[in-house]
């Protein structure tokens, strides 16, 4: 891992972050739509996409969100949840005490620096934490496979595929 990793803070989010994470957001959306990735997330800035800006309300609120911080700025966002999210119902609950990641983040121009690797390593210690011995997560399945071999790079491992209409997605888990 890059040494500035050590520079990283990872601090508890809150509703004066959604701000930052939105424009993290749509940052990513145009990333992904200049490398011809427009099936991930659409093509529309996620701020502007119906719903967008109170889901991100609600993580600050409802879940466990998690900003990591260079030098005092975001740089990436992480939440936590008990289970996947109730309009995924596709994902089939864990059968056991889980946490899972709702979303993972990283300011683009940062990319390399093992922003989200650090988020990762704070959600398992956040499991840990909690008495609980699993954490998932789900992703987009489609293009090269590279955002699942990211997670799988991160101590997951695939479990079940999902479509969710014409979106192929994966779920991952990690033992803690």
């Known amino acids: 891992m890059n040494d500035i990793a050590h520079d990283i803070r990872i601090r508890p989010g809150g509703p004066a972050d959604v701000p930052a994470v939105l424009d993290m957001l749509d940052a990513a959306v ?3 739509n200049a490398r011809g990735n427009t099936e991930q997330w659409g093509t529309i800035p996620y701020s502007q996409i119906p719903g967008g800006v109170e889901r991100v309300q609600g993580y600050a609120t409802e879940n466990s969100p998690y900003v990591a911080e260079l030098g005092g700025v975001p740089v990436g966002a992480l939440v936590l949840d008990s289970g996947p999210s109730p309009k995924m119902p596709m994902i089939a609950p864990a059968g056991e005490p889980e946490r899972y990641v709702r979303l993972l983040v990283s300011d683009r121009r940062y990319a390399g620096l093992g922003i ?31 955002l699942v071999a990211y997670y799988e790079r991160n101590g997951f491992t695939r479990t079940d595929p999902f479509l969710s209409g014409t979106w192929p997605g994966q779920v991952l888990a990690q033992r803690v």
């Not at 989200?116 to 954490?135: H, N």
């Open 30 to 32: 145009a990333w992904m």
């Open 116 to 146: 989200g690797a650090a988020l990762l390593a704070r959600a398992v210690e956040e499991t840990r934490r909690a008495g609980v011995e699993l954490l998932r997560v789900d992703c987009w399945a489609g293009g090269t496979g590279e």
